[in-house]
């Protein structure tokens, strides 16, 4: 059983983005005491009703404040984040609370988003394929090269096959991606049609299909493309 926050409040609510957050917490304590194993956040920028917009932070504080339950973010849009930083912070996670966190990488869809954070919507694609390749070789804890300069990040994760990630997405472009870089696939629509694309890749390329989630996302209203 799992609960999904976005913890939105729309200009008409009564309530402040405080209270929402507090009362989070308090629902993800009750949570776990009732036997819900599992908690999923999402990520969105620049909505007037407030989307989260900082899911690692909410995912740090309810790991903190649980025992047991699983955190996923689902998905963190990682062409508007530096693959270095979102690598630190990801590890970072993984040793207060080891094995409890799973990051789903997304591309993103949402014109604004990219506009506020001054990154190349074309290249989105792209991004989340480096982000991947960042944090896998990031975590090894030995210094490399990337975009030119030598990185050397820490802390390390908790274990060789942690944090867990995924490469999200709901097109065949985003399968065929997750094949090639022989990672799970988290479609974000039920499209039986999706998932045999990517296990077929697999298979072509020699890697072990993972498939993961085949939940539906619904778009949410009110959200510019």
Do not use: N
């Amino acid at each position: 059983m799992t609960m999904r926050f976005d913890l939105r409040v729309p200009p008409f609510a009564d309530t402040t983005y405080a209270t929402q957050y507090q009362t989070a917490l308090e629902m993800v304590d009750w949570a776990e005491r009732i036997g819900v194993t599992g908690i999923t956040l999402s990520e969105h920028h620049g909505d007037p009703a407030g989307f989260m917009s900082a899911p690692l932070t909410v995912a740090a504080a309810v790991l903190a404040r649980t025992k047991r339950v699983t955190v996923t973010v689902s998905a963190a849009l990682v062409p508007l984040h530096d693959p270095v930083r979102l690598a630190e912070q990801i590890a970072t996670i993984d040793c207060m609370a080891p094995g409890r966190l799973s990051v789903v990488l997304g591309a993103g869809y949402r014109r604004v988003e990219f506009e506020m954070a001054g990154v190349d919507r074309a290249q989105r694609g792209k991004l989340v394929e480096e982000c991947y390749e960042v944090c896998r070789t990031a975590w090894k804890g030995e210094p490399f090269t990337w975009r030119g300069r030598t990185v050397l990040v820490t802390p390390v994760p908790s274990a060789p096959d942690s944090p867990h990630l995924a490469i999200g997405g709901k097109t065949e472009i985003a399968a065929r991606r997750a094949a090639r870089l022989d990672a799970p696939f988290s479609p974000a629509t039920a499209d039986r049609g999706l998932a045999e694309l990517y296990r077929s890749e697999c298979v072509r390329l020699g890697f072990e299909p993972r498939l993961e989630g085949m939940g539906v996302k619904p778009m949410m209203p009110g959200f510019v493309m």
